[in-house]
């Protein structure tokens, strides 16, 4: 298989996956990781896709996330490089197997649990993700009770290893969630 496209990633998806939540905050990863590869220019499709897929085995193994992912994408025919990055975003937290060295990688470490509280800041704004302004979601970053789920020390590493500025980050999750706000629900 050439480089994972976005209609793979949605079929083999579908595969794996049942709950409504989880397409949702697939397509929330997706949309970011768009941004992420805007920012990086690389292949935005391509990056889409990985953040597509990211929780693959997340439904059928949720306490042993990332542990699972090989066995059910090699094979679908995905290549190593995504299969790595897909198991990355787990490092440290689930499994040790493969740091994130890449920008793919790094971006998909950081955006993955972000995407959640830009979510949730969008979900209680009346106006939604439109307008969604940094300095505000910085804000709702800072209160540990709101979107608490979220681990902010994870976001934090996320931006550690990519050498960006909270700020950047949270614009790229922003402006990616916003170009896809009718699928998100918004």
């Known amino acids: 298989m050439e480089a994972l496209t976005l209609e793979q990633a949605k079929k083999i998806l579908a595969k794996h996956t049942t709950e409504a939540h989880l397409f949702t905050h697939a397509a929330a990863v997706s949309a970011a990781m768009g941004?992420?590869?805007?920012?990086?220019?690389?292949?935005?499709?391509?990056?889409?896709?990985?953040g597509y897929l990211h929780d693959v085995d997340y439904e059928k193994y949720p306490d042993e996330h990332c542990?699972?992912?090989?066995?059910?994408?090699?094979?679908?025919?995905?290549?190593?490089?995504?299969?790595?990055?897909?198991?990355?975003?787990?490092?440290?937290?689930?499994?040790?197997?493969?740091?994130?060295?890449?920008?793919?990688?790094?971006?998909?470490?950081?955006?993955?649990?972000?995407?959640?509280?830009?979510?949730?800041?969008?979900?209680?704004?009346?106006?939604?993700?439109?307008?969604?302004?940094?300095?505000?979601?910085?804000?709702?970053?800072?209160d540990k009770r709101f979107a608490a789920k979220c681990s902010r020390e994870i976001i934090k590493q996320?931006?550690?290893?990519?050498?960006?500025?909270?700020?950047?980050?949270?614009?790229?999750?922003i402006d990616g969630m916003q170009a896809h706000k009718e699928e998100l629900g918004f």
Do not use: N
């Open 35 to 50: 941004a992420m590869a805007d920012h990086f220019g690389a292949d935005k499709e391509h990056w889409e896709a990985v």
């Open 67 to 142: 542990l699972h992912v090989r066995e059910l994408l090699e094979p679908e025919g995905v290549p190593e490089e995504d299969i790595r990055a897909i198991i990355s975003h787990g490092y440290g937290i689930t499994t040790e197997e493969a740091k994130p060295e890449t920008d793919m990688e790094k971006s998909l470490f950081a955006v993955d649990e972000l995407t959640g509280i830009v979510q949730a800041y969008a979900l209680m704004r009346p106006e939604g993700l439109d307008g969604m302004a940094v300095k505000s979601l910085k804000k709702k970053f800072k």
């Open 158 to 173: 996320g931006f550690a290893m990519l050498g960006m500025e909270a700020g950047e980050v949270m614009q790229c999750c």
